[in-house]
């Protein structure tokens, strides 16, 4: 057995979400936003509805987009409450200027990317956020961080969960899907279609992004038009 094989042991038996890691940075954004006016919250690939339970702590009205049907059955028994909805169906049909924040955590690899950026940027009002923690294939470019993570993976794992694990937690059931872009190419089509975004590399196998929904002279959003042109085998990986 080498290396690779007993960190996916030890791994398996103590897992954690990288997702978890960049909570505080979508809540971070998510408060900004709130504190700014915003009331309207969407978490694009809700999942069992962890991020949702933490937005309705900010924001209030939260709504969940969750397109695996077992996933987001899960998430509408855990909030039955009004101010929390739960849509089971794929992000993209979305209303003009609805939303004060919409987070991609892990989802939008799943995704065609520019028809989710555009749908993400016409369905912001004026002066939402967008937030993204998200996955890309690898390069060489990324080999340093994750060999940094391959080696704090584990141990995060057992402070998270110390006892051994016999099974996967229900919100990490969710399908998984390996990105076909690289950070660069995630990059170069997202600066395009909404200047000024702010894209990061991230340990753990994921970059961030936020970006805000410019205002016209009008209030309005300005729509910018586009034509042109998002990890590898890690543990956990959405």
């Known amino acids: 057995m080498n290396l690779f094989e007993v960190l996916a042991r030890f791994n398996a038996a103590h897992p954690w979400s990288h997702n978890d890691a960049y909570a505080g940075f979508v809540l971070r954004h998510a408060r900004a936003v709130r504190r700014s006016g915003g009331d309207v919250a969407v978490d694009v690939g809700c999942g069992t509805g962890n991020l949702l ?3 309705t702590r900010v924001f209030p009205t939260v709504i969940g987009v969750e397109p695996d049907d077992r996933s987001g059955a899960v998430a509408r028994a855990r909030f039955p409450r009004a101010d929390i909805r739960v849509d089971i169906r794929s992000f993209g049909d979305e209303p003009e200027s609805a939303y004060d924040l919409l987070v991609f955590v892990a989802s939008l690899h799943h995704m065609p990317l520019r028809q989710a950026l555009s749908a993400a940027r016409s369905s912001l ?20 961080r994750s060999a940094v993570s391959m080696v704090l993976n584990p141990l995060i794992g057992m402070v998270r969960h110390p006892r051994r694990a016999t099974h996967l937690p229900v919100s990490m059931e969710a399908p998984v899907a390996e990105s076909s872009q690289t950070f660069e190419e995630i990059r170069d089509m997202a600066s395009a279609m909404l200047p000024g975004i702010r894209m990061r590399r991230r340990l753990f196998w994921r970059y961030t992004a ?7 002279a009008d209030g309005c959003a300005r729509i910018i038009s586009f034509s042109g042109s998002v ?5 956990n990986r959405r």
């Open 125 to 144: 009002r004026p002066g939402g956020r967008l937030v993204i923690v998200g996955i890309a294939k690898e390069t060489r470019a990324d080999a340093l």
């Open 53 to 55: 339970e933490r937005l």
């Open 231 to 235: 990890t590898p085998s890690k543990p």
């Open 210 to 216: 936020s970006w805000s929904a410019p205002r016209g």
